[in-house]
């Protein structure tokens, strides 16, 4: 599917859809600010290579416009998730999810079960997309497995094992489906 099916795919389930490239938006420089306070320093990356949905934005790095169809088909399912996430639970409810429990930073269940639904369809897609092999890459597995226990996303879920664990038993999931 091209990126532009993608988008009116989403456009349909999605009718107040958009994208702001991050460079241009007050919010995501501000994010920018804080998660460098917080994570003291050590999460540098936010305006230049994550892609963040906020409500019904999907705010992007300039990275976006170098993807393949192929990955961006991959994000913009992971996105996905997080959209429905959002309709299901209330703007107010993801936010909570998202920032509270257990603490915002070192041990966030709600952000790392969010993330952990949505990093699942980042697998199934790269499995469909990229073929299994790619969805066993041992540099995949290590790049999700550290997102959840490094700073980039505040050290939501500190357990190693147990990430390596769930994304184990996901992949093995999505080999049998």
């Known amino acids: 599917m091209t990126r532009e099916e993608l988008l009116e795919e989403l456009r349909r389930e999605f009718p107040r859809f958009r994208i702001c490239y991050k460079r241009t938006s007050q919010l995501s420089r501000a994010i920018h600010w804080a998660l460098l306070a917080l994570t003291f320093g050590r999460q540098r990356e936010f305006l230049t290579g994550y892609y963040t949905v906020i409500g019904d934005t999907l705010y992007v790095p300039e990275t976006w416009d170098a993807l393949d169809d192929a990955d961006c088909e991959i994000l913009l399912r992971h996105e996905r998730v997080h959209l429905r996430q959002r309709r299901r639970y209330g703007t107010f409810g993801m936010a909570f999810l998202y920032l509270v429990p257990f603490f915002p930073l070192g041990l966030a269940y709600g952000r790392a079960r969010l993330e952990w639904e949505a990093y699942r369809e980042t697998l199934r897609a790269t499995a469909d997309l990229r073929g299994r092999a790619a969805a066993r890459d041992p540099r995949l597995r290590e790049r999700i497995v550290r997102r959840f226990v490094g700073p980039a996303y505040g ?23």
């Not at 500190?158 to 999931?173: C, G, I, K, N, T």
């Open 155 to 177: 050290w939501m879920w500190p357990f190693r094992s147990q990430v390596e664990r769930w994304y184990d038993q996901a992949l093995a999931e999505i080999e049998r489906a």
